[in-house]
């Protein structure tokens, strides 16, 4: 018997959660594979304030996470891939959550419910770019029956990478 996903609540992001976000990943293993390290306040001001804009234009976003009690976990959902290289104008969803909410479901419920909306908003296929080393992202895609579609090196890192995609 598999154990139902929690209750995760999904909001375009507030000017104020660019403080919650810079809050929650402020964190070496939530980071690992986001640039190693955390990113200034700013980062999260411009990256909340830019969501605001994909959901105003698209429908969907970037949303912040919420969990039962209303606290901010990270953010789950899509937005156009935003660089030259790899699935340069296709929509990917992605995920980010507070070291303190691995492990419970939180990242494949919200998952789960990013492709439930950006399915709403017309979109027929979206992509994943996930760190080959990335384990626990990866099973996210596999739990949501993504297939992988192509294996990428960053060109400035060359770190490797995979692109997933789902028919939506």
Same mark, same amino acid.
């Given at each position: 018997?598999?154990?139902?996903? #929690? ?27 986001? @640039?190693g390290k $955390?990113?200034?306040? $700013? ?24 969990d039962e009690?209303? $606290?901010?976990?990270?953010? &789950? @959902?899509?937005? #156009?891939? #935003?660089?030259?290289?790899?699935? *340069? ?15 419970? @479901? ?6 789960? *419910?990013?492709?439930e909306r ?14 080959? *080393? ?6 996210? &895609? ?14 400035? $890192? ?7 995609? *789902?028919?939506?």
């Amino acid at each position: 018997m598999t154990k139902p996903l #929690p209750v995760v609540q999904l909001r375009v992001p507030t000017e104020e959660d660019a403080f919650a976000w810079h809050r929650v990943f402020d964190d070496p293993e939530v980071m690992e594979f986001h @640039g190693g390290k $955390s990113a200034e306040l $700013s980062v999260y001001e411009e990256l909340t304030a830019r969501q605001r804009m994909h959901d105003a234009a698209h429908g969907f976003c970037l949303w912040t996470m919420l969990d039962e009690g209303g $606290s901010v976990m990270g953010f &789950t @959902g899509a937005q #156009p891939w #935003p660089h030259a290289w790899g699935p *340069a104008g296709e929509i990917e969803i992605g995920w980010r959550l507070g070291r303190a909410y691995w492990g419970q @479901g939180y990242a494949t419920a919200a998952a789960e *419910a990013t492709l439930e909306r950006v399915r709403a908003a017309g979109l027929k296929e979206v992509v994943a770019m996930v760190d080959a *080393a990335n384990e626990r992202s990866i099973a996210v &895609t596999r739990r949501l029956g993504m297939e992988l579609a192509e294996t990428l090196y960053t060109p400035v $890192s060359k770190k490797k990478c995979y692109r997933f995609r *789902a028919e939506l």
